[in-house]
């Protein structure tokens, strides 16, 4: 455990220090078998140490370490819909933030498909309704949407999403990023987002 621990600390830091989320906000996680490695509430993802993560089981239940992030039930819910997923990252980044909080958004697909890499790399990305942060009572809606999207956007609070591997994870929610900027940055201009077929042919 102690590479996918070190391998958590790395990403940690790095989306920090790139502004990706900013204080004590936003968490990362990584599968250990039957559980994963979560970081810890109260922390900073710019200072994240590699021995003291907290485990925690697919159910939710903490099993190790300091108190883990009250957002890990997100993590487990995100863990049992995709057995196929290896990490989950969260974060408060700042365009993605704003476009949850746009009124009148399709909560089937939130953005448009503008790019090629958001495309392949994001998908589907279903808008999940208000919870307060922590509220299990969103783990049920989260654990149903992820079975058919590997990123949500949670409404008024941030992204996350499941990927193989923690610089999968971390690939979708910057990318995600990035088109929640453009269409910031388009919102007012008329946009010719990709076609149905040029869509299909990146199949």
């Known amino acids: 455990m102690t590479d996918i621990s070190s391998q958590i600390a790395e990403l940690g830091a790095s989306l920090f220090h790139r502004r990706l989320t900013h204080g004590r906000t936003g968490n990362l996680s990584a599968r250990a078998g039957d559980a994963f490695l979560i970081t810890p509430t109260g922390g900073s993802l710019g200072d994240v140490s590699p021995g003291r993560l907290s485990l925690v089981s697919l159910a939710g239940e903490h099993l190790d370490g300091p108190r883990p992030s009250k957002e890990a ?108 900027r453009l269409w910031l940055l388009l919102r007012d201009r008329p946009v010719r987002p990709l076609t149905p077929e040029q869509i299909r042919s990146l199949s």
């Open 73 to 180: 039930f997100l993590h487990a819910a995100l863990y049992r819909a995709r057995p196929d997923a290896g990490a989950v990252v969260h974060l408060h980044s700042t365009y993605s933030v704003a476009v949850s909080c746009h009124d009148g958004l399709d909560p089937d697909d939130v953005l448009p498909p503008l790019t090629a890499y958001y495309v392949m790399r994001v998908g589907r990305l279903p808008l999940l309704p208000y919870h307060a942060p922590g509220d299990p009572a969103l783990g049920p809606i989260a654990e149903r949407a992820a079975r058919t999207a590997h990123a949500l956007l949670l409404a008024n609070h941030g992204p996350i999403a499941a990927g193989a591997d923690l610089a999968a994870a971390a690939d979708v929610v910057e990318e995600l990023e990035e088109t929640a």
